[in-house]
């Protein structure tokens, strides 16, 4: 037997070896690879979403100053309506490009929930362009945006398989008389 066919046993391992070793190397990479892809999306999702609440938030947070204004919150920084004009006209017109960025990368659940939440958001911005003296309805819209903004940051905490969070619940002092 020449020496070739005995070391062809050796030769055939060390060739299913590499080739074994290349295989396995690859498929690692592409794992790899995958992960970090998803890793990216998932950070792009959440820097959505956190400024499509963000942009929410600013007006939400101008629509409880004058709400207070007008005696119907009791925020302790009322702000009359010609005051906050240009604030809010600045924060409707970010909710436009959060919103656009959040249709591109959000989940349908997620998109459905912060329509819901918009909505309740801008029922709020009416009560007040009506300048509407109404507490108790005021109260009414609050729990409208804050059972919205719940369902909002609960779809996103699913949508990136997060842990649940506070529902950012506390109780608020009653409004003390109208101005």
């Known amino acids: 037997m020449s020496v070739f066919l005995q070391q062809l046993p050796a030769l055939i391992g060390v060739v299913i070896g590499a080739l074994g070793s290349y295989l396995a190397v690859v498929r690692s990479d592409r794992a790899r ?3 970090e892809t998803a890793a990216r999306w998932e950070e792009r999702r959440l820097a959505v979403y956190a400024d499509y609440a963000r942009a929410l938030k600013s007006s939400v947070t ?3 100053r004058v709400a207070a204004h007008f005696g119907n919150d ?3 920084h009322p702000l009359t309506p010609r005051e906050a004009a240009p604030s809010q006209a600045e924060a409707v ?3 436009d490009p959060a919103g656009e960025a959040l249709l591109l990368l959000g989940s349908k659940d997620v998109v459905d929930r912060a329509r819901v939440w918009v909505v309740a958001v ?3 911005e009416r009560f007040l362009r009506e300048e509407t003296r109404d507490p108790e309805a005021w109260r009414t819209l609050l729990e409208e945006q ?3 903004r719940e369902g909002y940051y609960a779809a996103v905490r699913e949508d990136l398989a997060l842990p649940p969070g506070h529902g950012a619940r506390w109780s608020l ?3 003390s008389g109208t101005p």
């Open 33 to 35: 690879y995958d992960r």
């Open 62 to 64: 101008l629509a409880y």
């Open 74 to 76: 009791p925020h302790p």
């Open 93 to 95: 017109v970010a909710r």
């Open 122 to 124: 801008m029922d709020m």
């Open 146 to 148: 804050r059972t919205a």
């Open 173 to 175: 002092p009653p409004v």
